[in-house]
């Protein structure tokens, strides 16, 4: 599976930005989920969705950030409201390992990897 990221840039502290993510291959029945890296930190998991729309998100973005899918054109969102400076990192699409299952958390159930785009949230 390739998967394209777009949609990073630079914005303002409370600002909004929209995360696309295209996968070439499978993707229908397999959960998706976005990631980020902060320079410095480990890769740590933002939201998930599965095949049918259940969503998973951290409690860092919950409220703020919402995924969603279409599964017509194998594409995972990540919508992005009340940006903050802590928000700032390169962010991964992801599509999991094995189908029909729930969207983990844990990076190791993700076998396919876009190469990321950068969010900045400017203070």
């Known amino acids: 599976v390739q998967l394209v990221e777009s949609g990073g840039g630079l914005v303002q502290d409370g600002g909004s930005l929209r995360l696309s993510c295209a996968a070439s291959?499978?993707?229908?029945?397999?959960?998706m989920a976005w990631f980020r890296q902060a320079p410095g930190k480990a890769r740590e998991f933002v939201a998930g969705i599965d095949w049918r729309g259940a969503i998973t998100d951290d409690d860092a973005v919950k409220g703020r950030f919402t995924i969603s899918r279409d599964n017509t054109k194998n594409t995972v969102d990540l919508q992005m409201n009340r940006l903050k400076p802590e928000d700032t990192a390169v962010y991964y699409c992801?599509?999991?390992?094995?189908?029909?299952?729930?969207?983990?958390?844990?990076?190791?159930?993700?076998?396919?990897w876009g190469q990321g785009t950068q969010v900045t949230v400017s203070s």
């Open positions: 992801a599509v999991g390992s094995l189908e029909w299952t729930g969207p983990s958390s844990h990076s190791e159930d993700y076998d396919s």
């Open positions: 291959g499978r993707a229908g029945v397999y959960p």
